[in-house]
């Protein structure tokens, strides 16, 4: 059965404090990792597709690493605009369709 | 270009009752997923539709419905409303195969 993972289930920074969010996954035939941020009352938002071990996006304070059993998030000196659930997806198989993780809340104090 | 809209963005309901949430895609896109959001199981994907026609299906019973029109927009059934239906439905949109874009959500209670 296709499923994802992420942790911690909150994270609390300082500003400027580096970390990283961890997505692990299972799923047969990867077909793309989506990393998306979602504020409350709002849909989620996208920030990066992987499609492949290896691969690494960037974003201002934002990356995004890919390996065949986990994807990691890496927040470089956060700041409090940074604050939000940041939710990791997998598409697998045959299926159009997401399966998402539950999602970390990153909280950045000023 | 515009978003994802949907429509209404809020909607108060009670138990037994049914009702229709709406969804208009980025232009261009012709494919429309559905997904449910609750703070206990994430983000569950209902259905998704392609051309007017349902491509995919969640684990969801029968009183999840939706369809898909010629101009692509969507909209999504619930029926016989129960408490547990109370969540933030979201519609996204993409072109055939590439990333999903979300709209805003319709945040339905039901009481």
């Known amino acids: 059965e296709d499923q994802v993972t992420q942790s911690p289930e909150a994270l609390r920074l300082q500003e400027g404090e580096s970390s990283s969010l961890n997505c692990s996954y299972t799923v047969s035939g990867l077909r793309g990792l989506f990393w998306y941020r979602q504020d409350p009352g709002k849909g989620p938002e996208f920030l990066f597709t992987?499609?492949?071990a290896g691969e690494e996006k960037e974003k201002e304070r934002l990356k995004a690493t890919l390996t065949k059993k986990e994807s990691f998030l890496h927040i470089t000196a956060p700041k409090p605009e940074d604050s939000a659930t940041y939710l990791c997806a997998v598409q697998g198989g045959s299926q159009g369709n997401l399966i998402f993780g539950k999602g970390t809340k990153l909280s950045v104090k000023p | 270009k515009a978003g994802v809209t949907q429509t209404p963005r809020y909607l108060i309901k009670t138990r037994g009752q049914q009702v229709t949430l709406s969804c208009s895609p980025i232009?261009?896109?012709?494919?429309v997923s559905w997904y449910q959001q609750t703070p206990g199981q994430g983000l569950q994907f209902l259905f998704e539709y392609f051309s007017e026609t349902q491509r995919n299906k969640g684990n969801f019973p029968g009183r999840f419905s939706g369809r898909q029109f010629s101009n692509s927009r969507s909209e999504m059934n619930v029926s016989t409303l129960e408490l547990g239906d109370s969540a933030l439905y979201l519609c996204a949109s993409r072109m055939a195969q590439e990333t999903q874009y979300f709209g805003p959500g319709t945040r339905l209670l039901v009481l």
């Open positions: 992987l499609y492949s």
């Open positions: 232009s261009g896109h012709r494919s």
